[in-house]
Nanobody, 124 residues
């Protein structure tokens, strides 16, 4: 059974940092793009960042320069380092994996695999 499990969410003050991890199991994800989405209360789910199997990264404009995505293929893990957090970053963060990086960049549906999410709360 394929699973994506997120961890690392929590409560942090504005300006602080958090590190989210996503561990994949059930298959090898080295050839898959792995990414992060978020959904704030009352809002649509939105793309945050994605990393291709070759290490190429894409970011939403709202997080460029503050968030960094990385991966460790040997450990089937993707990490989202979030710095200079703002209140508007408050959301449930979801890990996602897909064989096509542009599915993650351009869509919020039809993605191969999803995690269950981890809550990030940034207090102002």
């Amino acid at each position: 059974q394929v699973q994506l499990v997120e961890s690392g969410g929590g409560l942090v003050q504005a300006g602080g940092s958090l590190r989210l991890s996503c561990v994949a199991s059930g298959r090898t994800f080295s050839t898959y793009a792995m990414g992060w989405f978020r959904q704030a209360p009352g809002k649509e789910r939105e793309f945050v960042a994605v990393i291709r199997s070759d290490g190429t990264t894409y970011y939403a404009d709202s997080v460029k320069g503050r968030f960094t995505i990385s991966r460790d293929n040997a450990k089937n893990t993707a990490v989202l380092q979030m710095n200079s957090l703002k209140a508007e970053d408050t959301a449930v963060y979801y890990c996602a994996a897909d064989s096509n990086v542009y599915t993650i960049v351009l869509r919020t549906t039809g993605i191969d695999y999803w995690g269950k999410g981890t809550l990030v709360t940034v207090s102002s």
